[in-house]
């Protein structure tokens, strides 16, 4: 009888120390999630930080082109006034060509204030998707986790002491029938 209490005894205590262990490790999971999270939080913020920046970069350099060229076809709308002026030149060509390098220009500005508008959408949908990223790592890092039950442990424990009695029972039975002492 001492071998199958002892046996229903280790057997209890294992599965009692089995449930603790399943606890200890949700508690571990649950702290590296929590871990997991912050980070993805920051990571995600770093990445919004820079693509914002490298849109900003390039709304800067597109300013920038807007206003040398600006300044280049004011320029040249001088010159050419001042030299046809200087050369007696006057009327229909003259206007042309003024006419023609403020078609030039506002082709030219047209162009580069789509290319900004689309540069803008396409920062949208960027960040946008980086969103839907950011949102599918933290379901993949937050699933979850799987609690242990005190009243299934428990119940596993007596089963576990129960099953270990029995085989400490069919031991000594065993024992028992072959005359070992």
Request: proline residues 2%; contains cysteine.
């Amino acid at each position: 009888m001492c071998n199958a209490a002892a046996a229903a005894i280790i057997s209890g205590v294992s599965a009692v120390a089995t449930f603790a262990g399943q606890r200890r490790q949700a508690n571990l999971q649950a702290r590296h999630q929590r871990w997991a999270t912050k980070a993805e939080h920051q990571r995600a913020l770093q990445e919004q930080t820079s693509m914002r920046m490298a849109e900003a970069q390039q709304q800067e350099a597109i300013n920038q082109q807007l206003g040398e060229v600006s300044r280049k076809s004011k320029e040249a709308l001088s010159r050419a006034r001042t030299s046809a002026g200087e050369s007696g030149v006057a009327g229909a060509s003259v206007e042309a060509l003024m006419d023609d390098y403020l078609r030039q220009y506002g082709e030219f500005t047209s162009r580069s204030l789509r290319q900004q508008e689309l540069l803008g959408i396409e920062s949208g949908l960027a960040l946008e998707d980086a969103g839907f990223r950011s949102q599918a790592n933290l379901i993949n890092i937050n699933r979850p986790i799987p609690k242990p039950d005190f009243l299934t442990g428990t119940l596993s424990a007596a089963q576990a002491a129960a099953s270990g009695y029995r085989t400490g029972m069919e031991i000594e039975t065993y024992r028992k029938n072959k005359g070992i002492a």
